[in-house]
């Protein structure tokens, strides 16, 4: 416990916010005049669980979770290198700790939200963060105090005007991004006019020429390639049952074992989704067909002893095992592979898992 005492400690010393311009107000449900925007006309549905809707933006080792909002806005933050845990290298994985939240930065307005006609769209936050941590063992994992340079980080921001810090921004940014185009075609007045997830949703029954276009010109392409090095990766059992070699079901079990839960489950949903974009865009049908007689001969979850679903190929999942995760679930969420009306017996093993992987972390916790 001292590692996360100190850790915790570290924390309250080492965040420091300052506001420093705003933008001017927008109209409320006016859509962006730039492209290349998400809006939405609501705040994340669930705020309590932020990875489902939120908007992410980092750079690399500092990151955030935007979830909106009019009367409160709340950022989820992250920093790289923040872990709780002992400080000795192992694989006793009760003593490597976990990854921890930064924080959450919540700007309150006293604005109320039936009284919201026009709102602040922008709003510039500069936010700094960093831990003691040091890749070296030597030093058990110790560096120096981040405070002195986490200070100097955002004087030198703050002694900027909001036109240099984002001329700065766009140069690091768009030396990268930059480097391509695409071009997806143009849609109507009346689809650019629609919020980001509306827009989605209508895309399904009328068609979008630029999001089509960008389905069919960008994902399709990463997609099929995806599809082709996992048609050469695939390991084929005697009875002609694809698995997927040397897997691991993340932070739990055996490694390097064949046809683990999680990763056919996954495979499945990649094959699955390539099926269906060849469908709705009517494009490489061939393969698309190959790669459905491949989906179908790929390892399904299997239903083990006790009536779970077994995590590996193998049945040897332990019922009083409380462990943390439950990646063999994937087919459930965010997966399409296993349905209470599409595959009743399989949703059946899944609650199973998951009702008996929960008791036995609370009990568990009681013997704690």
Not at 173 to 200: E, W
Request: negative net charge; aromatic residues 6%; contains cysteine.
């Amino acid at each position: 416990m001292q590692h996360n005492t100190i850790i915790i400690k570290t924390i309250s010393a080492l965040v420091a916010l300052g506001v420093i311009a705003s933008a001017k107000a927008d109209a409320q449900n006016a859509p962006p005049a730039r492209p290349l925007t998400l809006w939405y006309q609501q705040p994340a549905a669930d705020s309590a669980k932020p990875m489902t809707e939120g908007l992410p933006i980092g750079n690399g080792t500092l990151g955030g979770l935007i979830l909106g909002g009019v009367e409160k806005e709340r950022m989820v933050l992250s920093e790289i290198n923040l872990w709780t845990g002992s400080q000795i290298s192992t694989d006793d994985y009760s003593k490597m700790g976990s990854y921890q939240t930064l924080g959450e930065l919540t700007v309150e307005t006293a604005d109320k939200l039936a009284e919201v006609k026009e709102y602040c769209s922008s709003l510039l936050l500069v936010v700094a963060a960093g831990t003691d941590y040091v890749g070296d063992h030597s030093r058990r994992y110790r560096g120096n105090d981040p405070h002195g340079l986490i200070e100097k980080r955002l004087a030198d921001a703050a002694a900027k005007s909001w036109d240099q810090l984002k001329a700065a921004h766009l140069k690091d940014d768009q030396a990268l991004f930059n480097r391509m185009s695409v071009d997806c075609g143009k849609s109507a007045a009346d689809q650019h006019a629609l919020p980001t997830d509306l827009r989605k949703g209508k895309a399904v029954q009328t068609v979008d020429p630029e999001l089509e276009a960008l389905l069919r010109k960008v994902a399709s392409p990463v997609i099929k390639e995806t599809c082709e090095f996992l048609e050469d990766r695939l390991k084929e059992l005697p009875n002609g049952t694809l698995v997927v070699p040397n897997g691991w079901s993340p932070e739990h079990g055996p490694e390097n074992v064949d046809g683990v839960s999680y990763c056919q489950e996954i495979i499945w949903d990649l094959f699955n989704n390539y099926v269906a974009a060849t469908d709705a865009l009517d494009l490489d049908q061939d393969y698309g067909k190959k790669i459905a007689g491949l989906r179908d001969r790929l390892l399904v979850p299997q239903i083990g002893k006790w009536g779970q679903l077994q995590e590996w190929m193998e049945d040897i999942a332990d019922p009083n095992d409380g462990h943390r995760h439950t990646s063999h679930l994937f087919a459930v969420y965010p997966g399409q592979q296993i349905g209470s009306t599409r595959t009743p017996h399989l949703a059946a093993a899944a609650r199973k898992s998951l009702v008996a992987r929960i008791d036995a972390k609370n009990a568990q916790r009681i013997a704690d």
